[in-house]
Nanobody
Framework: QVQLVESGGGLVQAGGSLRLSCAAS????????MGWFRQAPGKEREFVAA????????YDADSVKGRFTISRDNAKNTVYLQMNSLKPEDTAVYSC?????????????????WGQGTQVTVSS
């Protein structure tokens, strides 16, 4: 079955960096969009960034533009989220997801598979 396993979360000071990884297995992901979402306590799940498995095109949320970069390594079946200049408001559980939705899916209900998530905490 499909598995998405996130890693790389942790505690970091404001202004610091973290790189999250999402190891994907269980099927071929050609034709999929791989996305990162986050959810802070008491808030709705929020789109962060996504990348096309096939051609590497990326898109992201305005809140992370210029600070976060999504990428994928097809040979390793892994998607990355490089997070720089972290702010306390970036604190959340970050989850990886896979979508067969055409175009630029940004809503959680457009994604078919989800990982368990990894906690990112940014201290001020």
């Amino acid at each position: 079955q499909v598995q998405l396993v996130e890693s790389g979360g942790g505690l970091v000071q404001a202004g610091g960096s973290l790189r999250l990884s999402c190891a994907a297995s269980g099927r071929a992901f050609s034709g999929y969009i791989m996305g990162w979402f986050r959810q802070a306590p008491g808030k709705e799940r929020e789109f962060v960034a996504a990348v096309s498995w096939d051609d590497g095109r990326t898109y992201d949320a305005d809140s992370v533009k210029g600070r976060f970069t999504i990428s994928r390594d097809n040979a390793k079946n892994t998607v990355y989220l490089q997070m720089n200049s972290l702010k306390p408001e970036d604190t959340a559980v970050y989850s990886c997801a896979a979508s067969r939705f055409a175009g630029y899916p940004r809503r959680p209900n457009q994604y078919d598979y989800w990982g368990q998530g990894t906690q990112v905490t940014v201290s001020s």
